[in-house]
């Protein structure tokens, strides 16, 4: 059975472009919605989900946290987990996660939406990578795990209101 016409190139950043605007939620969130847009489906799930893992392991002082965290933000690829972690950074490290679980909830969805349209033969937008290369474009941190956690670390939230 074809799918209906309106489907016709469907834009599976719709969601993300949204978000991105939309004025009720906080500034931050807005950011990292917007760092995703164009992105890869499966890379900007796994990604942010990798990155939200490695901040977990970091705050529970996991054995491995820290050259896991160092690791994905010394990697020579393109700049995404950089910018997402760097745009939360300094917020807290509770808000730091719940900007990512809220993120991941809306690129796993958008996954899944691929895979429907997928499945039922839609054509869908290509996603254009926001990214002109897949290196690193300035320096990046040390692979080092021996590194010092900032105050941020210690506190749930950074400063309200938004």
């Not at 993300?16 to 890869?40: F, K, M, Q, Y």
């Not at 529970?60 to 760097?86: H, P, V």
Request: hydrophobic content about 40%.
């Amino acid at each position: 059975m074809p799918a209906p016409s309106h489907l016709d190139h469907f834009d599976l950043d719709i969601g993300l472009r949204d978000a991105s605007c939309d004025e009720n939620l906080p500034p931050v969130r807005r950011a990292i919605a917007a760092l995703c847009i164009g992105v890869g489906v499966d890379d900007a799930y796994l990604s942010v989900r990798e990155l939200r893992e490695a901040v977990s392991l970091v705050h529970e002082n996991a054995s491995g946290g820290r050259a896991k965290l160092a690791g994905i933000l010394s990697t020579q690829c393109d700049d995404f987990q950089r910018a997402i972690y760097y745009c939360l950074a300094g917020r807290g490290v509770v808000e730091m996660a719940e900007a990512m679980d809220w993120l991941l909830t809306i690129l796993k969805a958008r996954g899944r939406t691929a895979a429907w349209l997928s499945r039922m033969r839609v054509r869908r937008k290509d996603l254009v990578s926001p990214y002109v290369s897949e290196a690193p474009d300035g320096p990046v941190v040390s692979a080092s795990a021996d590194f010092e956690l900032g105050q941020s670390w210690f506190v749930e939230r950074g400063p309200e209101p938004y």
